[in-house]
C-alpha cells in the first residue's frame, strides 16, 4: 500500500511571493506517478501537475513547479508569483500499477493581498 | 469543455432515507470514481467503475452501492443514510488507470 503525507495543514503567502508545498510518500513500487491537485473554494478540483517517477526531470507548468526527490520520496510543489485566484486546497497524490491511487490530506493556501 | 456534472451541490436528508448521488461525464471515460472529502481525511475512494457494469471496492465502501448502467452516468446510492455520513461527495472520470482526471463540482451531503 501507498500513504502520502502533508504535514501542513495550513499555509500563507503574500501575494507575489513564493510558496512551497511539503508531500511525502511512500511505495515499494518502483513504477509510480505523482500528482498535485488543486480545489479552490466552492469550485471543482484540478489537476494542477504530475510527475512521472522514472523522469528526472521536475515537472513544470507555468507558476507551478515540482522538487522530485525520488530517494527522499519527497514531491513538493512551488508556486512562483503567487496570485490571490492560488488561494485553495491543495492534495498531493500518487498511484502505482493497478488501481491503486492515494491522496493526501490537504493544505489549504491562504494568500495575502 | 470537459464536463463533469453532479445532480445536486447539495442536499438533506433524514437518517434511514435513501439517497441517490448522480454524476455524469459528457467526455466518452471508461473510470468513473466515487470519493468522500473530510476535513483531515483527504478523498477516499468509496467505488471505482472501470466499465458500464463494472465496479470495484475502494476504500470505504460500507454502507454505500453504486450503479453503471451507462457509460457517462455513475450513481452513489446510500441505502439508509445515516448521520456519519454526512460529508463532501466528489466523482470524478478518467479515460484510462485509476487516476481521476477530471472532478465534478461535488455534493455537500447533510443527514440529518
Known amino acids: 500500500a501507498q500513504t502520502v503525507t502533508q504535514s501542513q495543514p495550513e499555509m500563507s503567502v503574500q501575494e507575489a511571493e513564493t510558496v512551497t508545498l511539503s508531500c511525502t510518500y511512500d511505495?515499494?513500487?518502483?513504477?509510480?506517478?505523482l500528482f498535485w491537485y488543486k480545489q479552490p473554494p466552492s469550485r471543482q478540483m484540478i489537476l494542477v501537475i504530475r510527475?512521472?517517477?522514472?523522469?528526472?526531470q521536475n515537472a513544470t507548468e507555468n507558476r507551478f513547479s515540482v522538487n522530485f526527490q525520488k530517494a527522499a520520496k519527497s514531491f513538493s510543489l512551488k508556486i512562483s508569483d503567487s496570485q490571490l485566484g492560488d488561494a485553495a486546497m491543495y492534495f498531493c497524490?500518487?498511484?502505482?500499477?493497478?488501481?491503486?491511487?492515494?491522496f493526501g490530506t490537504g493544505t489549504s493556501l491562504t494568500v495575502i493581498p | 469543455d470537459v464536463k463533469v456534472t453532479q445532480s445536486s451541490r447539495y442536499l438533506v436528508k433524514r437518517t434511514g432515507e435513501k439517497v441517490f448521488l448522480e454524476c455524469v461525464q459528457d467526455?466518452?471515460?471508461?473510470?468513473m470514481f466515487w470519493y468522500r472529502q473530510d476535513p483531515g481525511l483527504g478523498l477516499r475512494l468509496i467505488y471505482f467503475?472501470?466499465?458500464?457494469?463494472?465496479?470495484e471496492k475502494g476504500d470505504i465502501p460500507e454502507g454505500y452501492s453504486v450503479s453503471r448502467e451507462k457509460k457517462e452516468r455513475f450513481s452513489l446510492i446510500l441505502e439508509s443514510a445515516s448521520t456519519n455520513q454526512t460529508s463532501m461527495y466528489l466523482c470524478?472520470?478518467?479515460?484510462?488507470?485509476?487516476?481521476?482526471?477530471?472532478f465534478g463540482p461535488g455534493t455537500r451531503l447533510t443527514v440529518l
Open positions: 467526455m466518452d471515460h471508461e473510470n
Open positions: 470524478a472520470s478518467s479515460f484510462g488507470g485509476a487516476r481521476p482526471r477530471y
Open positions: 467503475s472501470y466499465d458500464v457494469k463494472m465496479k
Open positions: 511505495t515499494s513500487e518502483s513504477d509510480y506517478y
Open positions: 510527475q512521472e517517477a522514472y523522469k528526472q
Open positions: 497524490a500518487s498511484s502505482g500499477t493497478g488501481n491503486q491511487f492515494y
